[in-house]
């Protein structure tokens, strides 16, 4: 058996009121793999999210990227070659990349100084600059505006460059289309199974929305007051629910090929 890229064990969040915001979540991602993560608001996905790529500290449990344990209960590495290391393995994805970029740097400069930690070669760090824009599909042109001149699609293209920067194995994506038009989301996860293909890379998808999971995910946990209630193939879970709470987030969602329809 091939190691997990990704092995989660008893995670728990206990915030400060003992309110447990996450409780025993365990999860593994094989390499490449891609997995779904649906559940309500408030169910605890952000904070395993979080977890998972070193932002929080687990109460509890253990999260092994390629085998390696990189956090032991509360002894999180808070070193900067730790915090480095893991970084470069696994990255973070969120739902407003605007909020990430610097709105007077144009997105060139922007992946130069995030690849100014990996790379001292300025023809180097150029050539991967390059390299980057064209995998999620950016122009240049585009690469020498700001991010307040781009749409939410561009912008979500970019936020996926600079996680791509580290080479990582594994891209923790938290509601990460969820703001998109369908039509722009449509692209971008197309992208994202483009180079899940190209670079074998391995996904974990937060989001509410259970189209995009059928989509793009081969399984799927379902979350509910921070436990895992139910966990399988996402074609099964989906077609075949198990749990009465996942029952009900299905009865509650608008169905496969359903498409807003606006008001006027
Ligand atoms: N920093 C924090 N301090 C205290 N409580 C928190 C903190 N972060 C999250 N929580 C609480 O933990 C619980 C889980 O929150 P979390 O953000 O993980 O849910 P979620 O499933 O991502 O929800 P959503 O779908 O709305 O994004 C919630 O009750 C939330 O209020
Ligand atoms: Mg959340």
């Not at 197309?190 to 509410?208: K, M, Q, S, W």
């Amino acid at each position: 058996m091939t190691t997990p890229v990704l092995e989660a064990s008893g995670l728990r969040k206990e915030f400060p009121g003992n309110r447990v915001a996450v409780d025993d979540v365990s999860l593994t991602l094989p390499p490449g793999g891609s997995m779904g993560v649906v559940g309500e608001s408030g169910s605890g996905k952000t904070t395993v999210a979080r977890m998972l790529v070193g932002l929080e500290t687990p109460t509890a449990g253990t999260v092994r990227i390629d085998g390696e344990s990189l956090i032991r209960g509360r002894a999180v590495p808070r070193g900067r070659a730790e915090r480095r290391r893991r970084a470069r393995r696994i990255q973070l994805v969120f739902q407003d990349p605007y909020a990430s970029l610097d709105p007077r740097q144009t997105i060139a400069a922007g992946l130069d100084e995030l690849l100014r930690l990996h790379e001292p070669d300025r023809d180097q760090r150029r050539a991967r600059a390059a390299q980057l824009l064209d995998q999620v599909g950016l122009d240049a042109r585009t690469a020498r505006s700001t991010p307040g001149a781009m749409s939410g699609g561009q912008r979500q293209r970019v936020a996926i460059a600079r996680a791509l920067v580290s080479r990582p194995k594994i891209l923790v994506l938290d509601e990460a289309v969820s703001a998109l038009d369908v039509s722009i989301q449509a692209q971008v996860l197309n992208l994202l199974a483009d180079l899940r293909d190209e670079l074998g890379i391995g996904y974990l998808f937060v989001t509410h929305d259970l189209a995009v999971v059928r989509q793009v995910t081969d399984e799927l946990i379902v979350m509910h007051r921070g436990r895992v209630v139910e966990r399988g193939l996402t074609d099964e879970v989906l077609t075949a629910p198990e749990n009465p709470y996942t029952r009900e987030l299905l009865a509650a969602v608008p169905r496969d090929g359903w498409r807003p329809v606006r008001l006027h």
